[in-house]
C-alpha cells in the first residue's frame, strides 16, 4: 500500500463507470491511467492511496493523515482513475487510526472540505476564500470504487491535488455541506418524478460555488432560496449528466438566518426497478454541495432537515 502527500489537504472524487481500452490481459494497470497527466506546477498533491478493485465489484477504500503544519488551500483538482465512482474529504480534529484502510459509506467526519464525481473540473475559490487545514488535524478520504469493466483493476491511485496561498492572503475560511435529501422513490415507468430536501438557514453564511450530485437516472436539479418573507429565488436550475459532474461558481452571494434552503432533483427511471436512495450508481442521490463561509457545521445537516 502506499501513502502519497506533499502537505496535507481534502479531496473527493466521483468518478465512474469508464471502461479501459481492451488489451486481451485478464487485468488493468492503473498506475498511469488517471486523470491527472502529471501535476500541474502549481498544484501539489495532498492526500491520494493505491488500491486495486475486480471486475464488477464496488467497495470503499479510505486513507486519514495527519496535517503536519497549517495550509489554507485555494483551488482542488480531483485525481480519479478509471474505477473512481466517488471520492469525499473530511476533518476532524482527533483520531484512533491513520494510514490506508478498508472502510464503508459511512467512514466520514462531521466538517467536509471537499468532493467531486464524474467530470468534475477545477474548482478555484475566489480571492481571499480558502480552507484552513490547521496543524494537527485529521483528514479522511473515502473512495467508492466501482469496477464495471470486465478486468481487474490494479495499481490505480486516487487523490486529490490543491493550490494553496499564504494566510496573509486569507480573508474568509471556507467549507463545504450538503443540502438535499435520502427521501427517493422513484418508480421505473419512464415519468419524470422528482426528490426534495429543504432546510432554515440559521446564521447568514456567504455561497460561492455549487456542486450537483446525483447518479445516472437523474435529468434536473434545481436549488432555491426562499426569505422568511417572500418568493424562492434560483440559484441553480440545470439539467444534468452523472458524466459531467461540474461545479457552479457564482458571484459570492449572502444567505441570511431563517432562509429556507431547497433541492429538487428530477430523474427518469426506465431501469425496470424502484429507484432508492443507495450508495451506489445502480441506486439514487440528491444532493447540492454548498461551497461556504464562514466555516462551520455538520456536512449533512442541510440534508436531514435540520438548520445549517
Known amino acids: 500500500m502506499r501513502l502519497a502527500f506533499v502537505v496535507l489537504g481534502v479531496g473527493v472524487s466521483l468518478f465512474a463507470c469508464q471502461k479501459p481500452s481492451a488489451n486481451g490481459d485478464d487485468q488493468v494497470d492503473a498506475a498511469t491511467a488517471g486523470s491527472d497527466s ?3 506546477a502549481d498544484f501539489q498533491m495532498l492526500i491520494s492511496r493505491s488500491w486495486s478493485m ?3 465489484t464496488e467497495g470503499y477504500k479510505c486513507v486519514r493523515i495527519q496535517v503536519p503544519s497549517d495550509m489554507w488551500v485555494t483551488a482542488f483538482r480531483s485525481l480519479s482513475p478509471v474505477g473512481t465512482h466517488h471520492s469525499v474529504l473530511t476533518v476532524s480534529t482527533s483520531s484512533n487510526q491513520t494510514g490506508e484502510y478498508d472502510c464503508t459509506a459511512g467512514s466520514l467526519d462531521n466538517q467536509m472540505l471537499y468532493a467531486a464525481g464524474v467530470g468534475t473540473d477545477d474548482n478555484a475559490f475566489p480571492p481571499g476564500v480558502a480552507i484552513h487545514l490547521a496543524a494537527g488535524t485529521f483528514i479522511n478520504l473515502n473512495l467508492h470504487l466501482y469496477n464495471t469493466t470486465d478486468q481487474t483493476i ?5 487523490g486529490v491535488l490543491v493550490k494553496t496561498i499564504d494566510a496573509a492572503s486569507v480573508v474568509h475560511e471556507a467549507d463545504m455541506q450538503f443540502s438535499g435529501t435520502f427521501l427517493i422513490n422513484i418508480p421505473s415507468d419512464n415519468q419524470v418524478h422528482t426528490a426534495t430536501g429543504s432546510c ?4 447568514d453564511f456567504h455561497v460561492f460555488t455549487l456542486w450537483p450530485h446525483m447518479h445516472q437516472t437523474a ?3 434545481k436549488f432555491t432560496v426562499t426569505p422568511a418573507s417572500g418568493s424562492p429565488t ?3 436550475d440545470s439539467d444534468y449528466s452523472f458524466t459531467e459532474q461540474k461545479n457552479y461558481p457564482m458571484v459570492d452571494t449572502v444567505l441570511h438566518a431563517g432562509d429556507t434552503l431547497t433541492t429538487t432533483c428530477s430523474y427518469q427511471n426506465n431501469t425496470g426497478s424502484t429507484m432508492t436512495f443507495g450508495e451506489s450508481s ?9 461551497y461556504r463561509y464562514p466555516a462551520g457545521g455538520n456536512l449533512m445537516a442541510c440534508a436531514m432537515g435540520q438548520s445549517i
Not at 490494479?154 to 486516487?158: E, G, I, K, P, V
Not at 432554515?200 to 446564521?203: E, F, L, Q
Open 219 to 221: 435529468v434536473h436539479q
Open 234 to 236: 434560483s440559484m441553480l
Open 282 to 290: 445502480n441506486n439514487e442521490m440528491c444532493f447540492t454541495g454548498i
Open 38 to 40: 502529471g501535476i500541474p
Open 154 to 158: 490494479t495499481n490505480a491511485t486516487s
Open 54 to 56: 475486480p471486475s464488477d
Open 200 to 203: 432554515k438557514v440559521a446564521s
